[in-house]
């Protein structure tokens, strides 16, 4: 086993689905079920963020030593640098982009113990499925749009001034966004609706008048914004998996940025249909929105690959 002392280099900001890389290590993952967690030195997988982990990793095949392997999973690992000590997931106590850990993407594999030895230093050829990444990455953008449209639909429930949005518009979703989940073609966001809200000046009370219309008010802005087919632009600070990436749109009322770590579009048409439920809890209390997505087909125009972004 190597020694770490960079981060994996992620490729998958760039679009790509397959590459070729070297195996710098490979560590335990579930030893008994013959489960073993690959390193390389650069990747187009995108990994789960165990930190916010809204969306699932990217699945494909890794072939090593002449073996197709099924990478079932893929993970966020660190090692603080120049060491090989690889912890994983919520072992791992430092935060993303601290400069005294290499921050690594491990992917999930069933590998024989005897291929493991021979793995490190050896050749390797990665491939992502690319339908499924579509499909995340379109659940992903239509997201981000939702919360800019919500934060729209509900500006006139504030009595106070409040922090806005890139729009400048009162940004309900970062006062109150609590949970965020992605799966294939949909997404589920979960807003708190309690004290610190209404301390903050939100009309809570003013909320279930607006619920039953709210989800055809978020889906008709999205509509709008998603007929522009504007760009999505994907910045990094570094190559690495540790570096800040930003999701960037430019809405006909003003550019948007996201800090993000998922994967996108890389632009807005390949979005064909956005359809949103929205929920009051029956104590009023949580706010639920769920977005189900309709894409265009994978390569039904050069710009039908993903890209991701934070």
């Given at each position: 086993m190597n020694l770490f002392e960079h981060d994996t280099v992620a490729t998958f900001p760039a679009g790509c689905l397959d590459g070729s890389s070297t195996v710098l290590a490979v560590v335990g993952i579930d030893v008994p079920a013959g489960r073993h967690g690959v390193i390389v030195a650069g990747t187009p997988f995108h990994p789960l963020d165990h930190r916010w982990p809204d969306q699932p990793a990217d699945t494909g095949i890794i072939e090593l030593l002449g073996h197709r392997l099924p990478v079932l999973d893929c993970v966020v690992g660190a090692a603080p640098r120049g060491t090989a000590d690889v912890l994983v997931g919520s072992a791992i106590?430092?935060?993303?982009?601290?400069?005294?850990?290499?921050w690594l993407v491990v992917h999930v594999v069933e590998l024989d113990p005897s291929l493991a030895t021979w793995a490190v230093g050896a050749s390797v050829r990665l491939t992502v499925d690319g339908k499924r990444r579509w499909d995340l990455s379109g659940a992903h953008t239509a997201c981000h749009l939702s919360g800019f449209a919500i934060n729209a639909a509900l500006a006139g429930y504030w009595r106070k001034p409040v922090a806005a949005d890139a729009l400048g518009t009162p940004d309900f979703e970062r006062q109150a966004l609590v949970a965020s989940s992605l799966s294939e073609l949909r997404y589920h966001d979960t807003y708190r609706i309690g004290r610190s809200l209404r301390k903050a000046g939100f009309d809570t009370d003013g909320l279930p008048s607006v619920v039953p219309s709210l989800g055809v008010t978020l889906e008709k802005?999205?509509?709008?914004?998603?007929?522009?087919?504007?760009?999505?632009?994907?910045?990094?600070?570094?190559?690495?998996?540790?570096?800040?990436?930003?999701?960037?749109?430019?809405?006909?009322?003003?550019?948007?940025?996201?800090?993000?770590?998922?994967?996108?579009?890389?632009?807005?048409?390949?979005?064909?249909?956005?359809?949103?439920?929205?929920?009051?809890?029956?104590?009023?209390?949580?706010?639920?929105?769920?977005?189900?997505?309709?894409?265009?087909?994978?390569?039904a125009s050069a710009r039908a690959d993903a890209r991701v972004s934070r």
């Open positions: 106590p430092a935060r993303r982009g601290d400069d005294a850990w290499c802005r999205m509509c709008d914004w998603t007929a522009t087919a504007a760009p999505v632009r994907v910045t990094a600070a570094g190559p690495g998996l540790g570096s800040i990436r930003t999701w960037t749109c430019d809405l006909p009322s003003g550019t948007v940025r996201v800090p993000c770590g998922g994967t996108h579009l890389t632009d807005l048409a390949g979005l064909a249909g956005v359809r949103v439920e929205v929920s009051l809890s029956a104590a009023g209390d949580v706010l639920d929105v769920v977005g189900t997505v309709e894409l265009h087909p994978v390569g």
